[in-house]
């Protein structure tokens, strides 16, 4: 972030629809502040003599996710009740408010 970080801040959140507190915006550069000073202390450290790692224990990769199963409870939705269930429709669409730019 160049510039005004505030303002960038400030910006970015009216871009997502949240309402900044300015208590919070001090709390958020507080806190980068400190990340900027700890990323410069990282930059310090000498690594030239560090071999690099794929994985952080150096194990080959053992997947220990579940199998995909495939869920067809959802199909027994009827569009009816899904449309009766939303804020807003159209005959056959939810209606939604536009949430970018």
Same mark, same amino acid.
């Given at each position: 972030?160049?510039?005004?970080?505030?303002?960038e801040?400030?910006?970015?959140a009216l871009s997502?629809m949240?309402?900044? $507190? =300015?208590?919070?915006?001090?709390d958020?550069m507080?806190?980068?502040? @400190? !990340?900027?000073?700890?990323?410069e202390w990282l930059? #310090?450290i000498?690594?030239?003599?560090?071999?690099?790692l794929s994985?952080i224990?150096?194990?080959?990769?053992i997947?220990?996710?579940?199998d $995909? =199963?495939?869920?067809?409870?959802?199909?027994?939705i009827k569009k009816? @009740? !899904?449309l009766?269930?939303a804020a807003?429709?159209? #005959?056959?669409?939810i209606?939604?408010?536009?949430?970018?730019?």
């Open positions: 972030m160049k510039g005004n970080i505030k303002e801040l400030k910006e970015i997502l949240f309402k900044i $507190d =300015v208590k919070v915006l001090d958020i507080e806190l980068w502040t @400190d !990340l900027n000073t700890r990323i930059k #310090e000498d690594t030239s003599n560090v071999e690099p994985h224990n150096e194990n080959r990769f997947d220990f996710l579940r $995909d =199963v495939e869920d067809n409870s959802l199909v027994s009816q @009740d !899904l009766s269930n807003d429709f159209d #005959e056959n669409y209606l939604t408010n536009k949430v970018v730019k």
